[in-house]
């Protein structure tokens, strides 16, 4: 079955740091751009970072830059999202999607795993 | 404040046609490809629309999108029950931010 799975989620101390994984499983992981996309709760869906196929380039949403990092694992067919520094404002449902559409759509998602961020 | 707009909320009684908008600018839609996702309550985005028109196999044909300048709308046909959903439409960006959401419109089916 094609899918992704995320873990990694739980509560956390402001300050804190927390890393998230993503099991990829049903397709050729090393083919894909992914990418992790987050929804805090009763809010929207905001892009958080992405990861090209062979982890080369990398990007980042502002609010994120310089704490968050992207990495992947293709021999482990896994993706995560080291979360370093939390703030209260990171708290959410943290989806990784794969970017399997023409321009940037994400085809595939995950079904999230909770961040929060609390004293 | 999302960098793409869409309005809050929407709503239709069954087999009517529903279109929602998606507003951006020169930097995103007016030059990148537009996608839709489908939210339902509990449950992860799926992809509904890509590049602007084309839909993912398996989505029924009820669903078409389309793009004019800066902006894109997502028009349902035949309104079912089952469409109550949150929609998001997103477009790539050439800021800083590599990809952009709308704010999300919630559809209730009256």
């Known amino acids: 079955e094609v899918q992704l799975v995320e873990s990694g989620g739980g509560l956390v101390q402001p300050g804190g740091s927390l890393r998230l994984s993503c099991a990829a499983s049903?397709?050729?992981?090393?083919?894909?751009?992914m990418s992790w996309v987050r929804q805090a709760p009763g809010k929207g869906l905001e892009w958080v970072a992405n990861?090209?196929?062979?982890?080369?380039?990398?990007y980042y949403v502002d609010s994120v830059r310089g704490r968050f990092t992207v990495s992947r694992d293709n021999a482990r067919n896994s993706l995560y999202l080291q979360m370093n520094i939390l703030r209260a404002e990171d708290t959410a449902v943290y989806y990784c999607?794969?970017?399997?559409?023409?321009?940037?759509?994400?085809?595939?998602w995950g079904q999230g795993t909770l961040v929060a961020v609390s004293s | 404040q999302s960098v793409l707009t869409q309005p809050p909320s929407a709503s239709g009684t069954p087999g009517q046609r529903v279109s929602i908008s998606c507003s951006g600018t020169?930097?995103?839609?007016?030059?990148?490809?537009v996608s839709w996702y489908q939210q339902l309550p509990g449950t992860a985005p799926k992809l509904l629309i890509y590049?602007?028109?084309q839909r993912p196999s398996g989505v029924p044909d009820r669903f078409s999108g389309s793009k004019s300048g800066n902006t894109a709308s997502l028009t349902i046909s035949g309104l079912q029950a089952e469409d109550e959903a949150d929609y998001y439409c997103?477009?790539?960006?050439?800021?800083?931010?590599?990809?952009?959401f709308g704010g999300g419109t919630e559809l209730t089916v009256l």
């Open positions: 590049n602007n028109n």
């Open positions: 020169t930097s995103n839609i007016g030059s990148s490809a």
């Open positions: 049903g397709f050729t992981f090393s083919n894909y751009w």
């Open positions: 997103s477009s790539y960006t050439s800021r800083t931010t590599l990809l952009v």
């Open positions: 999607a794969r970017e399997g559409g023409a321009g940037y759509s994400l085809d595939l």
């Open positions: 990861i090209k196929q062979d982890g080369s380039d990398k």
